[in-house]
C-alpha cells in the first residue's frame, strides 16, 4: 500500500500570508497520478490540482501543485478568507486502487 | 453544470443493510467511472468502490469487499452502493464522485451520512 504523509497536520496563518503544504509518499508515485483537494465542512470536496501541478477548472492561480517521485507539494501564494480548509492529496495506482493523505488544516491565526 | 445529488443515509443497526443512491445531472453520466467515497468521524478521506463508466467492472477496498455492491443505471443517471453486513466502523459520510481518466475526481457529491449503531 501507498500511504501519503501529509505535513503540517495544522497550519496557523493569517491571510494574505503564504501556505505550503507537503505530502510524501512511502514510494514513488507517478507525477500523472498526484491530486490535491480542498475539503470544506458539509462541503463536496473540490479539485485543486491534477497532474502534480495542473490547475482544475476554475480554480485561482493563488493554488500551485509542484514536486516529483515521492515529495510534492501545495502551495497557496496569498491566503484569502475563503481558502481555510483541509487539503488533502491523492494519489492513484497502488494497493488500493486510491489513498489519501491524513489532510492538512490551515486554520485562521 | 455537473451535479452530483447523495440520498440514502440514515441509522442502521449492526448487521443490517442499507442502500445509498446518487443522482446525476448536468454531464453525460454514462461517459464517466464512478465511485464511492467515505469519511469516518474525525478521519480522512477513505476510497470505497469503483464501476466502470458501462457497469462493465468494479472494484472495491478490501475493508469493504463483499460486504458492498457498486452499481450504476445509466439511463437513469444513478450510481448506487448496496451495504451489508454493515458494521460501527462504516459509520461515516458517504461521497460519490466521478472520475478523470480513472486517476482524480472532479466532480463530488455534499455527501450522505450513515451511522451504524445499536
Known amino acids: 500500500e501507498i500511504v501519503l504523509t501529509q505535513s503540517p497536520g495544522t497550519l496557523s496563518l493569517s491571510p494574505g500570508e503564504r501556505a505550503t503544504l507537503s505530502c510524501r509518499a512511502s514510494q514513488y508515485i507517478s507525477s500523472s497520478y498526484l491530486a490535491w483537494y480542498q475539503h470544506k465542512p458539509g462541503q463536496a470536496p473540490r479539485l485543486l490540482i491534477y497532474?502534480?501541478?495542473s490547475r482544475a477548472t476554475d480554480i485561482p492561480d493563488r493554488f500551485s501543485g509542484s514536486g516529483s517521485g515521492t515529495d510534492f507539494t501545495l502551495t497557496i501564494s496569498r491566503l484569502e478568507p475563503e481558502d481555510f480548509a483541509i487539503y488533502y492529496c491523492?494519489?492513484?495506482?497502488?494497493?488500493?486502487?486510491?489513498?489519501f493523505g491524513q489532510g492538512t488544516k490551515v486554520e485562521i491565526k | 453544470q455537473a451535479q452530483l445529488v447523495e440520498s440514502g443515509g440514515g441509522v442502521v443497526q449492526p448487521g443490517r443493510s442499507l442502500r445509498l443512491s446518487c443522482a446525476a445531472s448536468g454531464f453525460k453520466f454514462s461517459n464517466y467511472g464512478m465511485h464511492w467515497f467515505r469519511q469516518a468521524p474525525g478521519k480522512g478521506l477513505e476510497w470505497v468502490a469503483v464501476?466502470?463508466?458501462?457497469?462493465?467492472?468494479?472494484y472495491y477496498a478490501d475493508s469493504v469487499k463483499g460486504r458492498f455492491t457498486i452499481s450504476r443505471d445509466n439511463p437513469k443517471n444513478m450510481l448506487y452502493l448496496q451495504m451489508n453486513s454493515l458494521r460501527d466502523e462504516d459509520t461515516a459520510v458517504y461521497y460519490c464522485a466521478r472520475d478523470i481518466n480513472s486517476c482524480y475526481f472532479d466532480c463530488w457529491g455534499q455527501g450522505t451520512l450513515v451511522t451504524v449503531s445499536s
Open positions: 497532474g502534480a501541478s
Open positions: 491523492q494519489q492513484y495506482g497502488g494497493s488500493p486502487l486510491y489513498t
Open positions: 464501476v466502470f463508466y458501462d457497469g462493465s467492472k468494479t
